[in-house]
Antibody, heavy 124, light 110 residues
Framework: EVQLVESGGGLVKPGGSLRLSCTASGFTFNTYSMYWVRQAPGKGLEWVSSTSSGSDYIFYADSVKGRFTISRDNAKNSMFLQMNSLRAEDTAVYYC?????????????????WGKGTTVTVSS | QSALTQPASVSGSPGQSITISCTGTSSDVGDYNRVSWYQQPPGTAPRLIIYEVTNRPSGVPDRFSGSKSGNTASLTISGLQAEDEADYYCSSYTRSSTPVFGGGTKVTVL
């Protein structure tokens, strides 16, 4: 079964850090571009960051640039999101998602497989 | 990058057709045929239902169809069913090589 499972969420104080993980199974992880998308409580979807299959291309939303770092370990079928200098407005459910197409060094942003999400709460 | 503009809510009776619009700019929707649509029932993760403006992934009913004209993309649900009640989001590729989502539309089946 194709599956993504996020972990690492929790309650953190403003200015703190968290590292989210996304573990993939059921597909050839190292051939897909991967994404982080978040959803604040009662709000819409917001793209956070992207990495191509070989980490050649990495992008960040302006709202997290300089604070968040995306990475992946293809040998461990895992993707990560290191989140530093967290703010209240980073409070959200964080989803990892897979691209629909498998094209090296290309990001189509058609997200066909999603995890269930992990909740990050930034509050004092 | 500003969010794409969607109506906050759309409603219809079972069996009717509804259309959700998604308006962007010449830097995203108008410049690329990389528009996708997602369905998100309450408390669940989003589900891809349309990619590349008009294409449906395997398993998505053909009641769902997509189109685009200029800077506006549209999702039409024909033969509306109770199970279609959910939030719907559009997304487009942009000139920044990043995506932008719409604000979401709540579909209510009356």
């Amino acid at each position: 079964e194709v599956q993504l499972v996020e972990s690492g969420g929790g309650l953190v104080k403003p200015g703190g850090s968290l590292r989210l993980s996304c573990t993939a199974s059921g597909f050839t992880f190292n051939t897909y571009s991967m994404y982080w998308v978040r959803q604040a409580p009662g709000k819409g979807l917001e793209w956070v960051s992207s990495t191509s299959s070989g980490s050649d291309y990495i992008f960040y939303a302006d709202s997290v640039k300089g604070r968040f770092t995306i990475s992946r370990d293809n040998a461990k079928n895992s993707m990560f999101l290191q989140m530093n200098s967290l703010r209240a407005e980073d409070t959200a459910v964080y989803y990892c998602a897979r691209d629909y197409f498998r094209v090296p060094k290309e990001l189509y942003y058609y997200m066909d497989v999603w995890g269930k999400g992990t909740t990050v709460t930034v509050s004092s | 990058q500003s969010a794409l503009t969607q109506p906050a809510s759309v409603s219809g009776s079972p069996g009717q057709s509804i259309t959700i619009s998604c308006t962007g700019t010449s830097s995203d929707v108008g410049d690329y045929n990389r528009v996708s649509w997602y369905q998100q029932p309450p408390g669940t993760a989003p589900r891809l239902i349309i990619y590349e403006v008009t294409n449906r992934p395997s398993g998505v009913p053909d009641r769902f169809s997509g189109s685009k004209s200029g800077n506006t993309a549209s999702l039409t649900i024909s033969g509306l069913q109770a199970e279609d009640e959910a939030d719907y989001y559009c997304s487009s590729y942009t000139r920044s090589s990043t995506p932008v989502f719409g604000g979401g539309t709540k579909v209510t089946v009356l």
